[in-house]
């Protein structure tokens, strides 16, 4: 009679810690992953306001200057005058001078080139805000991951709820939200919404209800 008690109690001893683990070790499912983002990624840089360029004209040191981009867009060139330079390439621009310079030299070959490009830094960050021990802005770098942008941050504060983080990206359909269950991809190793990040992406994570 006590043997049969013991093996029932063990049975139900072990289904309870069954259940108990099972509930611990369940995690989230992605159903969607999120949609590729070519917001802030170009093939060529494109220069912009801010940035310093140096324009090279070969064999004419006096028409070669080094320059920042005006807040007009514009630079200024000896011999050609103001030239928009906003949203174009450095391939671009020395296409333009060398064609505007085709009227005072001969043959002119003349190289752009981007020294500061300080017009992109903002453009290509990517922002993780909430619960988190320090806020951040992290400058993008391809193949970057949500985990990777948590640990920068220096993980999540004691109050956060991972598993409430939301991703927000910019597509070319507009705005898109993802939930990111950060909890399970630092505890469970749970690499489902470990999502390869793009430039602009924030991540939210909010903090406990009590």
Known sequence: ????????????????????????????????????????????????????????VWRNPDLSVSVTVRPDGKI?????????????????????????LADYIRSPKVTVIVTNPTSAEYIHRIRITGAVANQRSIQYRKGITVLDVVLEAGGLSPFANG?????????AEGAKVYPVYIDD?????????NYVLYPQDIITIPERGF
């Open 76 to 100: 200024s060139v000896p011999l050609v005058g103001d030239v928009k330079v906003d949203g174009k390439t450095t391939l671009e621009m020395s296409r333009e001078i060398e064609a505007a």
């Open 185 to 193: 991809i630092l505890e469970s190793g749970n690499l489902d919404s």
């Open 163 to 171: 598993n409430e983080a939301k991703l927000y990206r910019q597509t």
């Open 1 to 56: 009679m006590r043997m049969k008690f013991s093996v029932n109690a063990t049975l139900i001893l072990f289904s309870a810690l069954t259940m108990v683990l099972g509930g611990c070790s369940s995690v989230n499912t992605v159903s969607e992953q999120p949609v590729g983002s070519s917001i802030g990624i170009v093939d060529e840089y494109l220069l912009g306001i801010g940035d310093a360029v140096q324009v090279s």
